[in-house]
């Protein structure tokens, strides 16, 4: 789906134009991407730092029941037009259902769960429904909570952490900063050296890590990190990750 519905255009990321609704040239007819494993090689770094969430197979497989855009073209027009939606919703899902691992934010455990089940009920609407929905509006919901989320777990230690939420960090050097428990939500972090830092606890939605060097960074328990963000940055065999996301192939042993 991603393959298809998304525009990109030639650039660092990309190798050449594509328009929304136009098949990537390297897609293959059983949905299989012609150069997965050379992508960086063949100029589509792009295609290794995005990731849909699962939104494309939900659309494929639940909203439209099973049929694709080659064999019901009728489709296409509105399946491609559901996908965004989609995608923000299940996006949701992934750093509610992580909110309710951390044990620091019990107190709204229960709030999490009834916006995760809402969330994932809004998912399993129809066509019709998803075009309807306003999507910004669910997501500040889910953001307020998300936030109170944020502040929990990072008050552990009673410790003053830094906040840096939508900071323009750009190529700035924190070789071996104490980041511990900061607020890096949105910050753009893109050629920051961050090489040695403690980043343990700090929350890293929306962080912009692209060409950041997180070389020997200590990453554990930081939370809202997802596995997009770390392949579009750079690190090395002593890079500590938090549990459940894995050391991108680029990154040398």
């Given at each position: 789906m991603c393959c298809v519905a998304l525009p990109f255009a030639r650039s660092a990321d990309f190798a050449r134009d594509k328009d929304a609704g136009t098949p990537c040239g390297n897609l293959q007819r059983d949905f299989s991407c012609g150069i997965h494993a050379r992508l960086r090689d063949?100029?589509?770094?792009g295609c290794t730092v995005y990731?849909?969430?699962?939104?494309?197979q939900k659309v494929s497989q639940v909203t439209f029941g099973g049929r694709d855009w080659r064999a019901a073209p009728e489709t296409s027009r509105t399946m491609f037009e559901v996908f965004p939606a989609m995608r923000h919703l299940h996006e949701l899902l992934w750093y509610l259902t992580e909110a309710l691992t951390l044990k620091d934010a019990r107190p709204v455990h229960a709030d999490l769960r009834r916006l995760l089940a809402e969330t994932e009920r809004l998912t399993e609407g129809d066509a019709a429904s998803l075009a309807a929905l306003d999507v910004g509006e669910h997501r500040q919901k889910v953001n307020v909570l998300l936030l109170?989320?944020?502040e929990l777990v990072r008050a552990k230690g009673g410790r003053k952490a830094k906040n840096h939420r939508g900071a323009d960090l750009m190529g700035r050097r924190l070789r071996r900063a104490d980041l511990r428990c900061a607020n890096l939500r949105g910050a753009y972090l893109i050629a920051a050296d961050l090489s040695g830092a403690d980043l343990r606890d700090a929350d890293m939605i929306g962080a912009d890590l692209r060409d950041a060097d997180l070389s020997g960074a200590d990453l554990t328990g930081a939370f809202f990190l997802t596995q997009p963000q770390l392949n579009a940055a750079r690190g090395d065999a002593a890079t500590r990750l938090p549990a459940g996301l894995a050391r991108p192939g680029h990154w040398p042993v």
């Open positions: 063949k100029g589509y770094q990731d849909c969430f699962g939104a494309g109170r989320t944020s």
